[in-house]
């Protein structure tokens, strides 16, 4: 059962554009959710994170959107650049104690080409 | 301030071999934890410590894995007899003590080769 399902697989974008990418989870229990950033042979680096209880956290061109009714964040990289090309991932962790509470439960990922 | 590190970085074996790799956290983080990210896939968590105690284990560690953190610093995995599709990439994360606990800071990988 996945529990983060993340679109779309993969994304092109020209350069000064938007690009968009899509996460939706299924556990209510879920109340903080990062991002991350995955350039090849690198591990995976945090890029920005919110929490339910806000709708929206910008830092610099990187913005979460979130929608706890529906059950669905995105990432908004405005300005999109080059060195942005990199494979995404949204993420999902409970707050509560306990079994499972330690646990990031990572959508499929998204890579993103931003050409020239 | 160091991020986390992991060593080897690459890891090609014979099928049936014993592997250990080795996770440094990032100082004073006193979680620590191993996810397994094989092609195209997300990371998928493997186990958890807090210290030294391991307090979580995910279905995935079968009985040939085993991870320890003896003084609570830092953690070695090991794979016993190795089986082609044990190879992914290992990744170790870190997060504070203080803080949002919630934040995993990932290291670089060891990516492991069974042939």
């Known amino acids: 059962q996945q529990q983060v399902k993340q679109s779309p697989q993969s994304l092109i974008v020209q350069k000064g554009g938007i690009s968009i990418i899509n996460c939706a989870y299924e556990?209510?229990?879920?109340?903080?959710f990062p991002w991350y950033q995955q350039f090849p042979g690198k591990g995976p680096a945090l890029l920005i994170a919110?929490?339910?209880?806000?709708s929206e956290k910008k830092e610099g061109r990187f913005t979460i959107s979130f929608n706890k009714s529906a059950k669905q964040f995105s990432l908004h990289i405005m300005d999109s650049q080059p060195g942005d090309s990199a494979t995404y991932f949204c993420a999902a962790i409970p707050t509560y104690s306990g079994a499972g509470s330690y646990q990031l439960t990572f959508g499929k990922g998204t890579k993103l080409s931003v050409i020239p | 301030d160091t991020g986390v590190s992991q060593d080897p970085r690459h890891k090609i074996t014979k099928r049936g071999q014993n592997v250990t790799f080795r996770c440094d956290p990032i100082?004073?983080?006193?979680?620590l934890y191993w996810y397994r990210q094989t092609l195209g896939q997300g990371p998928e968590f493997l186990t958890y410590?807090?210290?030294?105690?391991?307090?979580?284990k995910s279905r995935l560690l079968s009985d040939r894995f085993s991870a320890e953190r003896p003084k609570g610093s830092f953690s070695t995995l090991e794979i016993q007899r190795t089986e082609q599709g044990d190879s992914a990439m290992y990744l170790c994360a870190s997060s504070p003590v203080a803080g949002v606990r919630q934040t995993q800071y990932f290291g670089p990988g060891t990516r492991l080769l069974v042939l």
């Open positions: 410590f807090q210290n030294e105690a391991q307090l979580e």
């Open positions: 556990n209510t229990a879920f109340d903080y």
């Open positions: 919110i929490r339910p209880d806000v």
């Open positions: 100082s004073e983080h006193n979680r």
